[in-house]
């Protein structure tokens, strides 16, 4: 028997490994990457919720995330690209110009 | 049990194995009528050696094409590259599971059977989501060869199929507002009732719509006009140059396969499926969309197979004589046609359908 | 019913295992591939759980759209000279996984502390006309204005795309 528990821990298991990917790895990409793991989590409690209640509100407001994260990536991965072009790297680590 | 077993599992293995079958003999005609339609346009009589008039001329090269030497070069990374065949000939199979290829329904027993895999609510929306994901299949390929003209193939692939997938979609949604559904079974009785194709919709008829759609199908399965990817006089063979024997029949497959779908689709979406083709000439209805009134269900599947086919048949037949007429597409050209050109008109299209269905109901 | 959740099991291994492939490979490309199938697997989930229409529009934005710019991106940014980076420091492996974990205990207890929903029915989620037909109507009747302000919010990101992503004259 399916309960939303489960889905509840699953959603919480991919935003850990997403909040890890984001403070672990060091290259740009990765780390949009694993912000949308943890969207992807996020929209997983949403769907959950919204088959539990059931009101079809949390679906209608996953898409809000989805259609939220479409413009974050696109302006994230043109920021990247901004950024390669001055500095030919996209490691956070080496975009450190404010360091002085 | 035995009846479940029926309905949820032989019927639809059965189904299944009959469209891929049927896939896969349309696709070896469709390579000779191609070679045979470009030799009749370049006054040539094309192959004809294997078989009476080259009639078995594609299956000896798929048994060629078997028996060869399956190369993965050194340099390539393997797992990607072994995937990328697989990844890009999925999707296009998948998509076949929603299409509806004739009306009618004969029975098995107890259990009804009809001439589409499933009927969802979500068809059409879920036809563009899995042959949106074709893509990645050439970008996998041309990556993973690890190769200058594969990766450059594989770039521009990406980046096209990204574009005509807004105009693709656009011209999707006038038909999903006409029908009000997004299920393909439901948009041909949708044109049913109507009393006409979508292509004749009263009083704005969808042939802007279909050109868009076309097009953009052409523009999708990298056809000529568009077929940039794979551009052999600059990119000796595109995406998949590294691929030999069975790994690169299956990028062949692929692309022919996509193409019965465009056809599939154009004809399901505004040539109204298995609709009879009766130019608006009452009662030729009846006797056209069953030839075989004594095998009842039967006999109207059939007849809706015959000109079901006819209409995709048109479609594939446009593609070869647009393959032997129009030379290719500069890649600068090609991306201005899409963003300046196609996606401007597809947003007008939509507007002019709502406008038009606002005025009809009045 | 008990169908539902082996199935469900299944999709969340796979979805998990290849999230945290996601995070660990080495090569962009790699990681880009693996968050594909981590998408497929939550689409699936989607599905399970009656939104057949999420499933799909999950498939359509982020497996067509966002992850072609992903790659897209990678093959531009990635030239093959460079290299993996190199391994994170000790100490800043261990300070991620601590604060990996905190973030994860404090959610977790949130979950559990929370009142548990019965698991659900399914009516009202595909009533007349499928789950289609419902989310659009509730998005055009009830959330009309969030809709419009979030298709002003795509436009205003696709502009700033463009400007940031344009090179200088």
């Not at chain 1, 528990?5 to 060091?26: C, E, K, N, Q, W």
């Amino acid at each position: 028997m399916l309960e939303p528990l489960h889905v509840m821990i699953l959603s919480l298991a991919m935003f850990s490994v997403g909040v890890l990917g984001v403070l672990l790895r060091r290259n740009a990409i990765l780390i949009l990457m694993s912000i949308e793991l943890m969207l992807n989590a996020a929209n997983l409690n949403f769907i959950a919720f919204a088959w539990a209640h059931p009101d079809v509100a949390g679906q209608v407001f996953a898409l809000f995330v989805i259609a939220t994260a479409a413009g974050e990536t696109a302006v994230g991965l043109a920021i990247l690209i901004a950024v390669f072009r001055n500095r030919s790297s996209i490691r956070v680590d080496e975009i450190d110009l404010l360091k002085g | 049990m035995s009846e479940t077993l029926l309905r949820f599992v032989v019927v639809p293995v059965a189904q299944i194995a009959v469209v891929i079958a049927a896939l896969l003999l349309i696709v070896v005609y469709l390579v000779l009528l191609e070679r045979k339609i470009n030799a009749f346009m370049q006054v040539r009589l094309g192959p004809r050696r294997v078989g009476w008039h080259g009639l078995l001329q594609t299956v000896a090269d798929v048994i060629k094409l078997f028996t060869k030497e399956d190369i993965t070069p050194r340099h390539v990374d393997r797992l990607v590259f072994l995937l990328a065949p697989v990844v890009i000939i999925l999707p296009a199979l998948a998509a076949f599971a929603v299409i509806p290829f004739s009306g009618g329904s004969f029975r098995v027993g107890s259990v009804g059977v009809r001439a589409w895999i499933s009927d969802v609510n979500v068809g059409l929306l879920y036809l563009l989501a899995i042959t949106s994901l074709g893509v990645f299949g050439v970008v996998m390929a041309g990556w993973s060869s690890n190769s200058k003209y594969p990766m450059l193939g594989g770039l521009r692939s990406a980046a096209q199929m990204v574009s005509y997938e807004v105009p693709l979609g656009l011209s999707v949604v006038s038909i999903l507002m006409l029908a009000g559904t997004a299920s393909l079974v439901g948009i041909v009785q949708a044109q049913e009732s109507a009393g006409r194709w979508f292509l004749f919709w009263t009083p704005y008829p969808q042939i802007l719509g279909l050109f868009l759609y076309f097009v953009s199908g052409v523009a999708e399965t990298n056809r000529l006009p568009f077929d940039l990817p794979e551009a052999e006089n600059e990119l000796v063979a595109g995406f998949h140059t590294e691929y030999s024997g069975m790994k690169f029949a299956f990028f062949f497959l692929a692309e022919y396969i996509n193409m019965v779908l465009v056809g599939c689709l154009v004809a399901v979406l505004f040539f109204g499926g298995w609709l009879p083709v009766t130019f608006g000439i009452p009662g030729l209805r009846e006797p056209l969309s069953n030839f075989f009134p004594f095998w009842g269900g039967a006999g109207a599947m059939l007849t809706g197979f015959f000109w079901f086919g006819l209409k995709v048949f048109l479609v594939l037949f446009l593609y070869l004589w647009m393959r032997a007429t129009y030379p290719r597409y500069r890649y600068d050209q090609l991306m201005r046609l899409g963003w300046k050109v196609f996606i401007p008109l597809g947003l007008g299209h939509v507007m002019v359908t709502a406008l038009a269905i606002l005025v009809r109901r009045g | 019913m008990e169908a539902q959740f082996l199935m469900f099991l299944a999709l969340a291994a796979v979805a998990l295992a290849a999230s945290v492939m996601v995070i660990t490979r080495r090569n962009l490309v790699h990681s880009a591939l693996y968050l594909i199938v981590t998408f497929f697997a939550v689409a699936a989930i989607y599905v399970l759980l009656h939104a057949e229409f999420l499933g799909v529009v999950q498939l359509l934005v982020y497996a067509g759209g966002i992850m072609v710019l992903f790659l897209f991106v990678i093959l531009l940014v990635e030239r093959p000279g460079t290299g993996p980076a190199g391994k994170p420091m000790r100490w800043h492996a261990a300070a991620s996984g601590v604060l990996t974990l905190l973030v994860a205990a404090i959610l977790g207890a949130h979950f559990l502390r929370s009142g548990m929903a019965p698991p659900g029915g399914t009516a009202v989620l595909g009533a007349s006309g499928g789950n289609l037909e419902t989310v659009s109507l509730a998005l055009f009747r009830n959330y009309l204005l969030p809709f419009e302000v979030v298709s002003v919010l795509l436009l205003v990101a696709l502009v700033g795309a463009i400007v940031l992503a344009r090179p200088r004259a």
